[in-house]
């Protein structure tokens, strides 16, 4: 009997233990209700409450998730699309996400279809589809501020598929399409244009180039030609002087003069020209030809007789 008794007070020590023992995780915060009546808030550790008269409610301080389903949602342009969310929050009150409302998961996920409803609407499909970011940040500000009072702050809350109806969707692709298709026919005509213009600069500056080289081809023969003829020029001039100097130092007579004059001509009569062109001064020159004919001629047999009577 006094077995069955001690067994028993075990038993209660026991279940009092297991009921006034509580161990509260790094991540949670607990709140100790007595009677009815809320007491304390306790943090992490190793917690005494009092079996049967206090209770401990276990508050998940970490960063949740709550999976918005997808909904069909009209935007401003009359299309129904199909959207699809996810919202993250943590709880910043232990104290008021309990007391305050009730069932915050379902009241979050109510009120996140609700504006998601209300900020799809105020865009059109194109701005629908281009501005999630938009949306996100819009709709995270509102969620925030509707679960302030809740004790609760909504991190972030993201647009995971934005599906248009299948028309809608077909008529986009043909949309792309030929966008694109006008896109690939301007490159291209961009491109043909861009290198006909590099073909004609190419072209032009070719032609520039070598006009510019005929050019300097042409001066540089010109100088050349020009070296060469002053050269020439210097020379003869050199020659001239130098013969005009010899023939001063010689002091040659007149006969000498019609001599090389008729050597001269004799060059000039041996060519093949039909017609010859002699001096103006004719009268110079037959008198010259007389001399050279009384040089040669010798003394005449009267000139001789004459001297003879003479000397008798």
């Given amino acids: 009997m006094m077995y069955l008794v001690y067994l028993l007070l075990f038993l209660f020590v026991i279940v009092l233990a297991s009921k006034g023992i509580k161990i509260v995780r790094p991540y949670e915060h607990g709140l100790i209700e007595r009677l009815g009546r809320f007491q304390r808030e306790v943090e992490s550790g190793l ?63 109510k009120l996140a279809q609700t504006n998601l409803r209300n900020v799809i609407g105020e865009l059109e499909l194109d701005q629908t589809l281009t501005s999630r970011e938009r949306i996100n940040t819009k709709l995270r500000d509102v969620l925030d501020e509707a679960t302030d009072p809740w004790g609760v702050k909504v991190t972030r809350v993201e647009i995971k598929k934005i599906d248009p109806p299948k028309d809608i969707t077909d008529a986009m692709s043909m949309q792309m399409k030929a966008e694109r298709t006008k896109r690939a026919a301007i490159l291209e005509a961009e491109g043909i244009k861009q290198s006909a213009i590099l073909q004609a600069e190419g072209k032009k500056q070719a032609a520039i180039l070598e006009a510019e080289g005929k050019a300097e081809a ?49 060059s000039i009569a041996n060519g093949r020209a039909t017609k010859i062109f002699l001096p103006m001064e004719t009268s110079s020159l037959l008198a010259s030809i007389g001399a050279l004919k009384d040089l040669f001629a010798g003394p005449s047999p009267d000139t001789g007789s004459s001297e003879e009577k003479s000397e008798e």
């Fill in 218 to 266: 042409v001066k540089k023969v010109a100088d050349a030609e020009k070296y060469k003829l002053s050269v020439e020029a210097e020379g003869q001039a050199a020659a001239i002087l130098r013969v005009f100097d010899s023939i001063h130092a010689g002091k040659p007579t007149n006969d000498l003069i019609a001599i090389r004059y008729l050597e001269a001509l004799k």
């Fill in 47 to 109: 917690r005494f409450i009092i079996p049967f008269i206090e209770r401990m409610i276990k508050i998940d301080m970490r960063e949740k998730v709550i999976d918005v389903p997808p909904q069909e949602v009209i935007t401003r342009d009359n299309v129904v699309v199909t959207v699809d969310a996810v919202v993250y929050y943590a709880v910043t009150d232990a104290f008021r996400v309990i007391y305050n409302v009730k069932r915050f998961q379902f009241a979050a996920l």
